[in-house]
Structures are given as C-alpha cells and as structure tokens.
C-alpha cells in the first residue's frame, strides 16, 4: 500500500481542481438519504490534506481525519486555524480510538490502496468498530468492471504557476491476477524549463466489484445498502463508469 512519500508534497497543486464542494455536497445527500438518523459525527479515513474533512467541519460536523502521511497531515493541520478537526497521525488498517461515529467516509480512492484481503480485512473492520448501530461507512473507488474492460493509459499533466510548473506523466500497468493497477507517477518540478525536483514514485490500486464489497461487509457487521456512479446517487453502476461509490450500514445489534 502506498505511503505516499515525496508525491505528498505535490498533492494539493496536483489536484487543485477536485470540487471538494461538490463532493462534500453529495456525501451530505447520502447521509440524508440513507442514515437512520441525523450525522453529526464522521470519521474520516485517509483524510489527506483534509479537502473534505476542513469543508465539512466548516458546515458543522464533528470531523476526526486520520492519515499515516505525516506530510498530508501536517498541511491539512496548517489549513485547519480555527482547530475545527480532531487529527490523527495513524495507519487507517490499525486506528482505535474509544468513540463511535455517526458516519465513517474514505474517499478519492482511499480503500483501493487496500491492494491486499488482509488490508482490506483490517480497513473494514477499523470502520465498524468505530461506527454506531445504523451508522454509514462510504468510500469511494475504482470500479473493477470499468478498468478490466476499459484499462488505464499513460496520461500528462502539466501545471503551470506563472513560471513555475509541475509536470505529473502517469503510467499504469494492469495485472489481471492481482486484479490491481500499479500507477507509476513520475512528477517533475520546474522553474521554466529547468528542472529542480524529480519524483518517481508507484502507487498499486485495486478496482473492486460489488459481491466482493457486499461480503467484505457482511464479515463486519455491515449492510452493503446501495452502490452507485461516483457523484451520481440516483444511477446504477456500468461497465463505462470507472469511480464508484459503495454505501454501507452497520448492522442493529
């Protein structure tokens, strides 16, 4: 599973488009469809630099963001000035703390870095222990069905900042028996056309089906209660869609 090294420090200019807005706007239409009652307390696993954990504590959630990247961490504590989040420093496959949640969320892939069953197994059972009867355990990713009909190519992207830019080239390579994508990102730094940082750095993810995520949660007290296009709660998932978003519900005791 990857760590996320040197590209830690890249990330936030690297996906300066993502519409965490948006993205927060449709887990709260989640939380309104399918919670069993009001969400007041989310556990975010893998919160990153806090895009999504920052905006919803801004909206009056009580938010904990857990990532074992140090540097990830520490911009998403920079960001945070009015000390709204509770952040923790750990490896989302072993986290415990003695609170339960109304939600536990995972999002932009954060599960599809679970490349093994045992990770899996040890993510899954970090987002029941933690959630209250009833609560809800989204993430979102990779859709195994879009990626194995439809797989990965290399990709350039070129970010520029007056004169200075940031240059990500992605090449991914499918393994149909491990079922994973092994994206290998080489991300360059550059001030015009001189080079100052060069990160290579490889990230395996795994696509996942949905019987596979239907078990995996019934293994864990969980109820797989609906599954969908990423951003798009009210259509069915397809062989066209790459990103989806799996909604789970801890079981009544």
């Known amino acids: ?8 420090k890249f990330y936030d200019t690297l996906y300066e488009d993502k519409d965490y807005v948006a993205e927060c706007d449709f887990l709260q239409q989640i939380f309104s469809r399918f919670s069993d009652g009001p969400v007041k307390s989310i556990l975010d ?33 920079a960001k945070d000035d009015q000390h ?3 952040w923790h420093l750990a490896d989302i496959r072993e986290f415990e703390i ?16 679970m490349t093994t069953n045992d990770d899996l197994m040890a993510a899954f059972a970090t987002a029941s222990r933690h959630l209250k009867p009833g609560g809800l355990f989204i993430f979102d990713s990779w859709f195994g069905p879009a990626v194995f ?13 007056g004169k200075q830019r940031v240059i990500r080239l992605t090449h991914p390579k499918l393994d149909h028996v491990a079922q994973t994508v092994t994206v290998n990102f080489t991300v360059l730094s550059m001030d015009e056309n001189i080079v100052l ?11 996942f089906f949905v019987q596979e995520i239907a078990l995996l949660g019934a293994l864990h007290d969980l109820s797989l209660v609906h599954c969908c296009p990423f951003m798009d709660i009210d259509s069915l998932l ?3 869609e790459w990103n989806s ?6 079981i009544l005791s």
């Open 197 to 207: 940082e060069e990160v290579f750095e490889p990230h395996t993810m795994r696509p």
């Open 245 to 250: 978003t799996f909604i789970l519900s801890k």
């Open 45 to 77: 696993l893998g919160c990153g630099t806090g895009g999504h954990a920052l905006i919803l504590g801004d909206r009056g959630y009580e938010v904990t963001g857990v990532d074992r990247s140090e540097v990830m961490l520490e911009t998403a504590k």
């Open 84 to 86: 709204k989040i509770h």
């Open 1 to 8: 599973m990857s760590v996320f090294g040197d590209y830690a």
């Open 149 to 161: 009909i439809d797989p990965p190519t290399d990709r350039v992207k070129d970010i520029r900042q």
């Open 98 to 113: 003695d609170q339960k949640f109304d939600a536990v969320i995972s999002m932009f892939a954060v599960m599809s870095y």
């Open 238 to 240: 397809s062989a066209q």
